[in-house]
């Protein structure tokens, strides 16, 4: 009978003890889900608050001090054959390693050495704006990055070659799509600061 009693105690312990792990991981989980989507709508927040309060907001404005920085030299590059080798009857012209296509908005897509900044990763770049990471390219290694530019000319008026400090607002998980390339994009609260990046069709 005693031993009958002690297993039964013994069952009920382990079952406790599996409900406190199983509670604890889903807190932990929501927890984690939670602390990587404050970072996201921290720079929503303030970047809405720059908008409401500037004539002419400013990325700028913005207090970048919170995201963890890294020196970089950073130059730029096309689609075309002078960055590529690429001609635009070529059947890969304007794909980057990631699939999505190059693209110069507010979130513009960038190459970098992706043991550093994974495919993904969202980078600040003062006076270029935001560069996700879509693309690879051999002299690409270590600190550096190639910012997507639409033509030759842009390359050299527009930037060169700096060396800078760049701000990392998320690191990447290897994939890029063009969907969430457009969300970001898209995203309501950085319509004001896409706007110069926006052209009208016609013009396209």
Do not use: C
Request: glycine share 8%; net charge positive.
């Amino acid at each position: 009978m005693n031993m009958k009693k002690w297993m039964i105690r013994l069952l009920m312990a382990i079952l406790f003890i599996w409900a406190m792990i199983s509670t604890f991981q889903a807190i932990s989980g929501i927890k984690a889900a939670a602390a990587k989507a404050a970072p996201a709508r921290a720079l929503e927040k303030g970047l809405a608050a720059i908008a409401a309060s500037q004539p002419q907001p400013s990325l700028d404005a913005y207090d970048w001090s919170n995201y963890p920085k890294k020196k970089v030299t950073a130059t730029g590059y096309t689609a075309g054959a002078e960055s590529t080798g690429k001609s635009p009857d070529h059947p890969g012209y304007g794909i980057t390693y990631s699939g999505v296509k190059v693209k110069r908005d507010l979130y513009s897509t960038i190459a970098a050495d992706t043991s550093i900044f994974p495919i993904g990763t969202v980078l600040y770049i003062p006076g270029y704006d935001f560069g996700v990471v879509a693309d690879t390219g051999s002299a690409i290694k270590g600190n550096r990055l190639d910012l997507y530019f639409e033509t030759v000319s842009d390359v050299y008026k527009k930037w060169g070659k700096q060396t800078l400090d760049v701000y990392i607002i998320k690191m990447g998980d290897g994939s890029l799509t063009e969907k969430e390339l457009a969300e970001l994009n898209e995203n309501k609260t950085m319509q004001v600061f896409r706007q110069q990046y926006i052209r009208p069709e016609t013009e396209e």
